[in-house]
């Protein structure tokens, strides 16, 4: 599987931008980067995807390299409600790739937000 | 539903009986994937089924777990003989299914299986 790096952990304020890297130096044309989050106490949930341009939704903006092996998830106003364990993930697009169909959740990066 | 809703909650079951688990995924979602989250780990992938396919079982870790989807919908997961290290927290997720599996899961809340 196409793997991905995070940090271990990152601290922010709260009402300030957060900007959380990712490295996949081996993705393939066909992986998609998804991102999802963990709050305390609860199941994962969706944050963004994308595959080579920039995305923005409502929870996050997702900026991708234009190489593509990394990307940076932006949280534009962190709240105290944004700490959580955030998930970089590759999904293989392409039937018969090892990561096809199923999300292989890493140890992610825990984020802290300061009031 | 609006959301991916399993049952029970909790379960706390004593060791070497067997426990069933249920997922009722969000209407229309063709998949259907478990994981299991053990205290302070990150989540372990175990069964994922789409459509009439046949599952990918090959996160189960032994043949004291198993997993069935009846009519495209509800999904059970049965561990027999329980262990001790069993003991985790047991989701389940949804998604729609299209060219290049282009979207997100929505996971449940999650059974919290204690075996004492």
């Known amino acids: 599987d196409a793997k991905t790096t995070q940090p271990n952990s990152m601290e922010s304020n709260e009402e300030e931008p957060v900007h959380l890297p990712c490295n996949h130096s081996?993705?393939?044309?066909?992986?998609?980067i998804h991102w999802y989050r963990q709050l305390p106490s609860q199941g994962p949930e969706y944050v963004i995807h994308g595959l080579t341009s920039n995305v923005n939704n409502r929870m996050a903006s997702l900026a991708i390299a234009e190489d593509r092996k990394s990307s940076t998830l932006i949280l534009h106003r962190a709240t105290l409600r944004d700490a959580a364990v955030y998930y970089c993930?590759?999904?293989?697009?392409?039937?018969?790739?090892?990561?096809?169909?199923?999300?292989?959740f890493g140890q992610g990066t825990i984020l802290t937000v300061h009031p | 539903g609006a959301g991916v809703s399993q049952s029970p909650s909790n379960k706390v079951t004593e060791k070497g009986k067997d426990v069933e688990l249920r997922c009722d995924p969000i209407?229309?979602?063709?998949?259907l994937y478990w994981y299991r989250q053990s205290l302070g780990q990150g989540l372990e992938f175990l069964i994922y089924f789409q459509g009439n396919s046949a599952p990918d079982k090959s996160g189960l870790p032994s043949d004291r777990f198993s997993a069935e989807r009846t009519g495209g919908s509800v999904s059970t997961l049965t561990i027999q003989r329980t262990q001790q290290e069993d003991s985790a927290v047991y989701l389940c997720?949804?998604?729609?299914?299209?060219?290049?599996?282009?979207?997100?899961?929505?996971f449940g809340s999650g059974t919290r299986l204690t075996v004492v």
């Open positions: 081996t993705i393939s044309g066909t992986d998609y």
């Open positions: 997720a949804s998604s729609l299914v299209g060219t290049g599996y282009n979207y997100g899961y929505t």
């Open positions: 209407s229309g979602h063709t998949a």
């Open positions: 993930i590759l999904r293989d697009r392409q039937r018969g790739g090892t990561s096809y169909g199923k999300l292989t």
